[in-house]
């Protein structure tokens, strides 16, 4: 068993309990940690049943504390339920849900777990991609991408109105206030040069949308399950849902895949869409024409670089790393979104955590 926590091996004693009371006579077994989804508290499970048979689950506990603002596993679960009565998308079915900390310390939700292969982020330079052909490679992003714009054909009505972040005006207004709201809470005081001049960048710069779609907000390959024929088996991972423009989740998916090559120096593996394809392939499934997307990319920069500095605040805090790492200076999201706009990186501490 592999866990992350104290708080998490107390709540996986629990769950074990707890879970008896739902599969009766059922026991706990194979508790293993996924290698991706590290800003949850996600868990792999299997319940050995009194018969002999076996149930395969995903536990995903509210986390301690993670990257992002007012973390709610409730809300993910709440975004999956909708998203099962209002897409065709392939969602995983959710068993049981517990918004009661007193149950386990924390909230969580317990869900069907489906069998396939993630791709980890990696994926160009290790894992089972490798082993495939263009063609093959080609299919699956495609499958992904036709993913991404089925979601973006949610109606948007009432049943998504819990979807939409505080404060006035379009949904790009309202995403916009929350990303000043998470840099102030991320930077807690500090001054942190590139992603500072980032947001004001952003903040000048933010074009006039109104366009308001259901939004991913960490929409990509790596965070679907696909089956052994390359369809997407299942989409994963809602903490960042939200409505605005579906530019947002393009240019995202766009970002984190040259921050996974481009960025450092690996060449895409044959078969894999380039952004132009990607763009070419999403516009004409939904009929659209994209817009604006050097300063969606620029935001999707932003959001990483600030996901990359709380993930190393974090790894300080946990004793991890040294408190003068250059980690999150060094980071690929940081270095591009330096040079896209036109900042240079402040000098290295020299500290020991420098990579």
């Known amino acids: 068993m592999t866990v992350a926590s104290e708080?998490?091996?107390?709540?996986?004693?629990?769950?074990?309990?707890?879970?008896?009371?739902?599969?009766?006579?059922?026991?706990?077994?194979?508790?293993?940690?996924?290698?991706?989804?590290?800003?949850?508290?996600?868990?792999?499970?299997?319940?050995?049943?009194p018969d002999g048979g076996r149930r395969d689950l995903v536990l995903r506990l509210q986390p301690v504390e993670n990257q992002f603002l007012d973390p709610d596993v409730m809300f993910q679960h709440r975004v999956m339920e909708m998203l099962s009565a209002?897409?065709?998308?392939?969602?995983?079915?959710?068993?049981?849900?517990?918004?009661?900390?007193?149950?386990?310390?924390?909230?969580?939700?317990?869900?069907?777990?489906?069998?396939?292969?993630?791709?980890p982020d990696s994926h160009h330079v290790e894992g089972w991609a490798l082993d495939l052909q263009p063609d093959e490679r080609a299919r699956l992003y495609d499958g992904a991408v036709r993913a991404l714009a089925e979601l973006h054909e949610v109606p948007v009505g009432d049943h998504v109105a819990f979807l939409r972040r505080p404060?006035?005006?379009?949904?790009?207004?309202?995403?916009?206030?929350?990303?000043?709201?998470?840099?102030?809470w991320a930077a807690r005081g500090r001054a942190l040069p590139v992603i500072d001049a980032g947001l004001r960048y952003v903040?000048?710069?933010?074009?006039?949308?109104?366009?308001?779609?259901?939004?991913?907000?960490?929409?990509?390959?790596?965070?679907?399950?696909?089956?052994?024929?390359?369809?997407?088996?299942?989409?994963?991972?809602?903490?960042?849902?939200?409505?605005?423009?579906?530019?947002?989740?393009?240019?995202?998916?766009?970002?984190?895949?040259?921050?996974?090559?481009?960025?450092?120096?690996v060449e895409p593996l044959p078969g894999v869409p380039d952004a132009e394809e990607i763009v070419g392939c999403y516009e004409q499934l939904r009929g659209v024409r994209l817009a604006d997307l050097d300063f969606y990319r620029v935001l999707a920069e932003l959001q990483f670089a600030i996901i990359v500095h709380r993930y190393v605040d974090m790894q300080v805090a946990a004793g991890l790393l040294?408190?003068?790492?250059?980690?999150a200076r060094c980071s690929s999201p940081a270095l591009m979104l330096a040079e896209s706009?036109?900042?240079?990186?402040?000098?290295?501490?020299?500290?020991p955590g420098d990579s």
Not at 341 to 351: A, D, K, N, R
Request: net charge negative; charged share 25%.
């Open 322 to 327: 040294p408190p003068d790492t250059d980690r």
């Open 203 to 265: 903040l000048d710069t933010c074009p006039d949308d109104p366009s308001e779609h259901v939004i991913w907000g960490d929409g990509r390959p790596g965070n679907m399950v696909f089956g052994e024929d390359l369809s997407v088996a299942a989409v994963l991972d809602w903490e960042l849902a939200a409505t605005g423009p579906a530019e947002i989740d393009v240019a995202w998916w766009l970002m984190f895949e040259r921050s996974q090559t481009v960025a450092r120096g």
């Open 341 to 351: 706009i036109g900042v240079e990186l402040p000098e290295p501490s020299g500290g």
């Open 167 to 184: 404060g006035t005006g379009t949904a790009l207004d309202r995403h916009m206030a929350w990303l000043v709201r998470w840099h102030r």
């Open 86 to 119: 209002h897409s065709g998308l392939p969602i995983p079915v959710v068993l049981w849900a517990e918004p009661d900390p007193a149950v386990l310390g924390r909230p969580f939700f317990v869900m069907e777990r489906v069998r396939g292969r993630v791709l």
């Open 7 to 49: 708080a998490d091996r107390a709540a996986l004693q629990a769950f074990g309990d707890w879970l008896g009371t739902r599969l009766p006579g059922a026991v706990l077994d194979e508790v293993e940690r996924p290698a991706t989804g590290a800003s949850n508290g996600t868990y792999l499970c299997a319940a050995r049943l």
